[in-house]
């Protein structure tokens, strides 16, 4: 008689889990974690396995949400590789999985141009996400506005304003660019914050570079009225003082900007209810 004996099978997986074949699935798989000897919740209501795997990235698009309770299963590497794939599905998903596993890459930057506007949706998001911890990207941000559509523009200008005060040396460095690009961005930036505004440009007018500084000066012509005083007295000692001509001459243009009445105030200055205006 033989006194061998089988041994019992392995029970089988939780349906669904199983990954399908030919599609992405960052991060590592495996069994649940070991909890069969722990105790269930009263009454002895089973209790749902964890998923093991990440869902498909290239079916549907997934929410930030979703891949934070997975953080522990994404791997960055893969994540990073993915961000590139041909797959536009692929692309926006890998991006907000970058930003729950808060990697802030380069490759985000290059997204918001995507010709998919849902991928630069997704790259906008994640820099959004990761708030500061993006700092590091600022000056290549404000190059990519130069050519994204309306709608990420307005998105990532709100991320820069958000980041005024707390990104100031970053946000500084971006500065350096053509006048036109600076305007549309971080000084459009500035003028969502108001005074912390005028305080940043203030501070980023008094940099070693002179693009920097004659770019901060505009930024202050266009939003210097956010805060009269400490603008004017700034300028004031620019235009009296600073040994650069271009910058002189810039701090000179500003105030003007600043004490010139607007197109509105000279309209409400204008005389109101004149006697027989129409017959004359």
Known sequence: MSTDTKKPASPAPPAGLARPPGRPQPGRTGDA???????????GQPVAAPPVEL?????????????ARLAHLLDTKELTEMVRDGRAMVRANAAIGL???????????????????HVARAGAEAIARLGERARSLIPSITVALDGTQPEITDQLIGVLSELIGRADEE????????????????????????????????KAAGDHRSRVRINA??????????????????LTGLESNDPVPDVRIAAK????????????EVVDGLPKNIPDFDVR
């Not at 869902?55 to 891949?67: C, H, M, Q, S, V």
């Not at 000066?217 to 700034?234: C, H, K, N, P, S």
């Open 253 to 264: 243009q500003a105030m003007l900007a600043i004490i010139a009445p607007t197109k509105q």
């Open 55 to 67: 869902p498909p990235f290239d079916e549907r698009r997934l929410t930030y949400a979703e891949l």
């Open 217 to 234: 000066i505009g930024g202050l012509a266009r939003v210097g009225r956010a805060d009269t005083d400490a603008a004017m007295e700034f």
């Open 33 to 43: 974690d070991e909890a069969a000897g722990a105790p269930g919740p009263p009454g």
């Open 99 to 117: 930003a729950v596993a808060g990697q802030a890459t380069a490759d985000l930057v290059a997204l918001l141009r995507d010709s998919d506007v």
């Open 171 to 202: 946000l500084t460095l971006a500065l350096d660019v053509p006048l036109s690009l600076a305007m549309k961005t971080i000084v459009e930036a500035c003028a969502r914050v108001d005074r912390g505004g005028v305080a940043f440009l203030i």
